[in-house]
C-alpha cells in the first residue's frame, strides 16, 4: 500500500521504527492530490510549501525524539476554521479575500500535536447544504462515483480522507454535516457533544447547533483525533469544562451485554431498500458480539425537520448580518450610499441557497413570528432532547442509518430544496439534542456506493461511541475497501 492509504496509527508505528519519514508521508499525499484532485475537488487551496516545510519540522522532531500523538500525519482543514495568514472563505464569494488574523482552537490543537496541514477543504457555501453543490468555487464530486455527490456540508473534508488525499480531516457537523457525507464516502465521522470541542475560530453558521469533528480512515484513528480536539477553552463560551478520557483505550473493546436501542422512527417509509438491508445486517452482526438490541421510541422525530429549519436558519440570519462590506471581505464597488453598499455587497456575495436561508430565518424572528416559529420550535427541541433523555436510560447507545438513500446524482436535487434537505432526516435530532453521534460504513449497494450506519450516545458518551464503533469495524472489516479511482 502507499504511504497515503495508510492509517494514522500505522503510520505512527512506521515512524516510531523510523522505518518513514514526514517528509515521506506528506510528499505521498501530494503524489496523490497531483493525480486526482482535478476529478474530485476535494480542496479550495492546497498548502503544498506550508505543508513541506512543516513535514521537515516534524522530521527534526523525530530526530530528538520528540514525537506527538499527530507528528508527520497530513491533515485537511474545513474552510471555515480560522487559519493565521491563509485564506479562510466558508465556501462563499463573500470570503473570498479573507485572511483571519489568528488560528482556531483546533487549529492550535492540532498544530500543538505535529500536524501537516493539507490544505483547506471545499463545503457548501456557509455550511449550508447537503451536497457540496453551493460552494462558490465549484462541487466536489464523491469519488466512489465522480457523478454523484459526496455529502455536505463538508463534502471535500470526507472525500479528502476517501480518496487518500490526507490521512485525517476536519469539518463541521451542524445538522449532519460529518457524519452525512462520511456515510456517503465510506469512511468515519464524529460528530461530538455540542461543547465538548472548541468552536473559537469556527466561522458560526447556527451557533447553538455547531460542532467540530474529525473524518478518519478507521475507528482509532477517530480516537487519537478525538483525544487531541476535545477539552476545554476559556476562550469558547459554549466550551464545557468535563473530564477527556483517553479515548483510544476503548478502541478494541468488546460489548458484550451492551444493549442497543432501535428507534422505529428511523426505519420509515421510502427508506432505501439497500440502505436498511445493510443496516439489519450490521444489527444481526452486534448481536452476534453479545449486544442486546431492542426497540425504543424518539416520538418527535417527525418534528426534526421542521424544528431545525427554524432554528439554523433563524440564527444563520443572526450570524451572517456582519457580512456587509465593512469589516472584512467583498465589498460592493459603485454603491450610491452605505444602504446600497450593503445590498450590493450582500447580493453578489451570497449564493442563492445562503440569502434562501437568511430570509427564511430573518422571517422567523420578525415582529409578530418570534413566538410563532422560533419560540414554538425551541419548545418542541425541548421535547425531542427529551426523548432521547428517556430512551439512552434503556440502553447504552441508539443505532440509525446515517442517510435515508446513498448518494444521490449532482444536480439531482439542487431545483428542489426540500428533497435536498430530506437527506438530513436522520441526523438533524442529534444536533438539536445536543449529543453525540458517530457514522461508520456499514456496507455497500448493488452499484458499489458505500452506505453508513450511526450510533448515538448520551451527552459526553464518545468513549461509548468509540467502543460500539470499534467493535463493529473489527467484525464488519468495511474499512478495508477504497475507491478505484
Request: charged share 20%; hydrophobic share 40%.
Amino acid at each position: 500500500m502507499e504511504l497515503n492509504q495508510l492509517t494514522i496509527h500505522e503510520l505512527q508505528e512506521k515512524i516510531k521504527n523510523g522505518a518513514v519519514s514526514a517528509g515521506q508521508i506528506t510528499e505521498s499525499v501530494f503524489q496523490r492530490i497531483d493525480k486526482v484532485e482535478k476529478r474530485v475537488h476535494s480542496y479550495i487551496r492546497l498548502l503544498k510549501d506550508e505543508a513541506l516545510a512543516a513535514a521537515e519540522k516534524a522530521d527534526n522532531d523525530i530526530k530528538k525524539g520528540n514525537i506527538k500523538p499527530l507528528t508527520g500525519i497530513p491533515v485537511a482543514l474545513k474552510d471555515i476554521v480560522c487559519t493565521k495568514g491563509i485564506t479562510t472563505t466558508c465556501g462563499s464569494h463573500i470570503l473570498h479575500n479573507f485572511v483571519p488574523p489568528y488560528n482556531a482552537t483546533v487549529v492550535e490543537r492540532l498544530s500543538d500535536a505535529g500536524a501537516v496541514f493539507v490544505g483547506k477543504a471545499n463545503m457548501d457555501e456557509f455550511a449550508m447544504g447537503s451536497s457540496t453543490e453551493t460552494s462558490y468555487f465549484g462541487p466536489t464530486y464523491n469519488p466512489w462515483d465522480l457523478t454523484r455527490i459526496p455529502g455536505g456540508s463538508s463534502g471535500g473534508s470526507a472525500t479528502a480522507v476517501a480518496a487518500d488525499e490526507c490521512i485525517a480531516s476536519i469539518g463541521s457537523d451542524t445538522g449532519g454535516s460529518i457524519r452525512q457525507p462520511a456515510a456517503l464516502c465510506g469512511v468515519v465521522g464524529m460528530k461530538p457533544t455540542y461543547g465538548r470541542v472548541s468552536r473559537f475560530g469556527l466561522i458560526a453558521f447556527a451557533s447553538s447547533l455547531d460542532q467540530i469533528g474529525p473524518f478518519t480512515k478507521d475507528v482509532e484513528d477517530c480516537a487519537i483525533m478525538m483525544n487531541v480536539l476535545a477539552g476545554y477553552d476559556p476562550r469558547e463560551s459554549t466550551s464545557v469544562q468535563a473530564a477527556v478520557p483517553d479515548y483510544r483505550q476503548f478502541a478494541g473493546r468488546d460489548i458484550k451485554g451492551w444493549k442497543i436501542g432501535i428507534p422505529r422512527e428511523y426505519f420509515i417509509e421510502g427508506i432505501n431498500p439497500e440502505v436498511e438491508a445493510a443496516v439489519k445486517k450490521a444489527i444481526a452482526l452486534l448481536e452476534k458480539q453479545g449486544a442486546e438490541c431492542i426497540n425504543i421510541s424518539l416520538p418527535h422525530t417527525e418534528y426534526c425537520l421542521a424544528v431545525y429549519y427554524i432554528i439554523a436558519p433563524a440564527e444563520a440570519s443572526s450570524n451572517l448580518a456582519r457580512f456587509d462590506g465593512v469589516k472584512y471581505g467583498l465589498r460592493a464597488a459603485a454603491a450610491r450610499d452605505l444602504l446600497d453598499m450593503y445590498k450590493k455587497t450582500r447580493t453578489q456575495g451570497f449564493g442563492n441557497e445562503v440569502k434562501r436561508r437568511i430570509m427564511i430565518g430573518t422571517y422567523a424572528l420578525s415582529a409578530g413570528y418570534y413566538d410563532a416559529y422560533y419560540k414554538k420550535a425551541s419548545q418542541v427541541r425541548a421535547l425531542i432532547k427529551r426523548d432521547f433523555d428517556e430512551a439512552l436510560k434503556k440502553c447504552d447507545v441508539i443505532l440509525t442509518p446515517t442517510t435515508p438513500t446513498p448518494a444521490f446524482k449532482i444536480g439531482e436535487k439542487t431545483d428542489n430544496p426540500l428533497q435536498m434537505y430530506l437527506s438530513d432526516l436522520f441526523t438533524i435530532s442529534t444536533n438539536l439534542a445536543g449529543i453525540p453521534g458517530i457514522s461508520v460504513p456499514c456496507g455497500f449497494t448493488a452499484g458499489g456506493l458505500p452506505i453508513g450506519m450511526q450510533f448515538l450516545a448520551g451527552h459526553f458518551a464518545e468513549d461509548k461511541l468509540i467502543q460500539i464503533a470499534s467493535a463493529y469495524e473489527r467484525t464488519a472489516g468495511m474499512e478495508k475497501r477504497r475507491p478505484q479511482l
